[in-house]
């Protein structure tokens, strides 16, 4: 068959998905001699690379390739999402692509006119055609980082894995390897997400949509800040209360919702509080009550519990799907940055997003100071009180909350010394890393590690644009309305027929839009049943939110 003509058919079928990508072939050359094709002896055209001396390496066997295809497939038993590195011939594809329990294939190569030479010589027509099927040519290791956590769905796809065509990749080692710690810092995002999700997903749905009742009210805006301090609740806060009580009134205020108490208990009201777990045990933390002037800035995905707890609430969106759709439909909330995980980084995201131009950090310890856990006040004192016995004493109970994890490591000695767990080390590095983005922040000394928030010497000032109020947006209609509607979008997703990839393929952007606000409760369910594949675990999570929102909504 004519080169051209093979070049044209295959461009033409890659076109329908990746119209880009075609586009950019068009321009390759196809006569740079990347390859030599040999004949296999099941009678399969064989690439094979070409080096400078003439020598030729074969991608494939030169018995049966489709035979090998099936076996490398077959060493995949969990996995629906595949990630190959290097089309050669398109043999292992097309055997990953035989498989039902496959969802997602991607191909990951480099240098374009070889691709385009390959394109030229044999056809790849039914690969191409396939909705599981993706090429990424020439892709930057910081491109594929993004890329994989935008189309990698746990849920949906199960595990993910890497199969390298060997004799490919170690003709551009560089490159590949490069793909492969890219790859890995994704999946390890991914996996982050999706714990959290699987443990917390179906709380975040039922929180957010009870919230709505109370989001739907009117409340005055907060205007912008120029100085704010950021309370935590290290161990280091009963030092620091002083020198917070002496800058009181030139700061706004922003309390951790662990903080409240020790502040409230030394007689230091806050301007603002901030919550964002979406575990019940946030309400130990307003106990003790909340001045109804104080605005506590709340998590849509918080529990109404502690929603409940104030009659100032500021509901702002993290990054939720539900949360986002919410947003865009209904009514749409101030985005806070929630992504450090912990408290203290969202109460610094605030004052940012207040327009706070110098933030100080108090209390923000991150370990354990001296084995102490939190300031004195918060809501552990009183907790481990009540659960305290005879056999039990409070001294024991601190002692198995602080043991309790795996990873706890000592530093320090003398009086100066502290624990860290993995998780609080993480959590350090993450609100660092976003203080010396914003160049703002002083963080008070304390006991723990100190904190590295300076902005460093050459980079760029923060830009700063206009400021607006903290406010919410107008209604769109009532709050039950909206979950009426939500619930019948819901119900009229397609059933998942023919398999996970076609129910997406088919899927109208609306429906993508409610699929999403679904998954993390998926995650969830997953994570109960263990045995669901993608198509069960669709309608289970169907069932489950259809029967939360009946729920709470009047027959």
């Known amino acids: 068959m004519d080169k051209q003509y093979l070049f044209e058919r295959n461009l033409l079928a890659l076109s329908v998905s990746d119209p880009e990508l075609c586009s950019r072939l068009t321009a390759a050359e196809t006569t740079r001699g990347r390859y030599k094709f040999l004949t296999a002896r099941s009678g399969d055209q064989i690439p094979a690379l070409i080096e400078p001396n003439g020598a030729a390496h074969p991608l494939h066997s030169l018995v049966d390739p489709q035979k090998e295809g099936r076996r490398l497939v077959a060493t995949v038993t969990d996995e629906g999402f595949l990630v190959f590195f290097g089309l050669g011939g398109g043999y292992h594809i097309q055997a990953a692509l035989e498989r039902e329990d496959i969802y997602r294939i991607l191909v990951v190569d480099y240098d374009l006119n070889g691709i385009a030479e390959l394109l ?53 080692q560089a490159r590949f390897n490069e793909a492969g710690n890219a790859f890995a810092r994704a999946i390890e995002r991914v996996k982050e997400d999706y714990s959290v999700q699987a443990y917390f997903g179906k709380r975040w749905f039922s929180n957010i949509i009870r919230n709505l009742f109370r989001a739907e009210r009117d409340v005055p805006p907060i205007p912008p800040i120029r100085r704010a301090a950021v309370s935590a609740a290290g161990p280091s806060l009963d030092r620091q209360l002083p020198e917070l009580i002496r800058r009181r009134d030139s700061c706004y205020l922003i309390a951790t919702d662990t903080s409240l108490p020790s502040l409230l208990a030394a007689g230091v009201e806050p301007d603002a509080v901030i919550s964002i777990d979406c575990q019940h045990i946030s309400y130990f933390h307003f106990m003790g009550g909340l001045p109804d002037h104080i605005p506590l800035f709340l998590d849509l995905a918080s529990p109404p519990a502690v929603a409940s707890c104030s009659k100032n609430l500021r509901f702002f969106l993290s990054g939720h799907p539900l949360a986002r759709y919410i947003s865009r439909f209904w009514r749409s909330f101030p985005g806070v940055d929630t992504s450090g995980g912990n408290v203290t980084y969202a109460a610094l995201s605030l004052a940012d997003t207040l327009g706070a131009q110098q933030i100080e950090l108090y209390g923000a310890d991150f370990s354990y100071p001296r084995g102490i856990t939190y300031a004195r006040g918060t809501y552990i004192y009183p907790y481990l009180d009540k659960k305290q016995s005879r056999f039990t004493p409070t001294e024991s109970l601190f002692s198995d909350f602080l043991y309790r994890s795996p990873s706890l490591t000592r530093t320090g000695a003398g009086d100066s010394w502290y624990y860290e767990t993995k998780i609080m080390t993480r959590y350090r590095e993450g609100l660092e890393e976003k203080a010396r983005a914003l160049g703002t922040v002083r963080a008070i000394p304390g006991m723990g590690p100190p904190l590295d928030v300076e902005k460093k010497a050459g980079a760029p000032p923060p830009a700063r644009g206009l400021f607006h109020l ?3 947006g107008p209604l ?10 939500y619930q019948k979008k819901i119900r009229s997703l397609p059933p998942v027929r023919e398999g996970i990839p076609q129910f997406l393929e088919k899927l109208k952007e609306d429906e993508r839009l409610i699929l999403a606000t679904l998954l993390p409760t998926g995650a969830a369910l997953k994570r109960r049943y263990p045995a669901l594949r993608g198509e069960a675990v669709l309608e289970e999570v169907r069932d489950f939110c259809l029967a939360e929102i009946s729920r709470i909504l009047p027959p």
């Open 120 to 172: 030229s010589s044999q056809e790849y027509i039914h690969i191409f055609n396939d909705p599981r099927f993706r090429l990424l040519a020439d892709i930057s290791p910081a491109a594929l980082e993004a890329y994989i956590p935008q189309v990698y769905q746990p849920v949906l796809h199960g595990g993910i894995r890497v199969l390298p065509l060997r004799t490919r990749t170690g003709f551009d």
């Open 470 to 472: 903290f406010s919410a």
């Open 476 to 485: 769109t209609m009532s709050a039950g309305d909206f979950l009426w509607e």
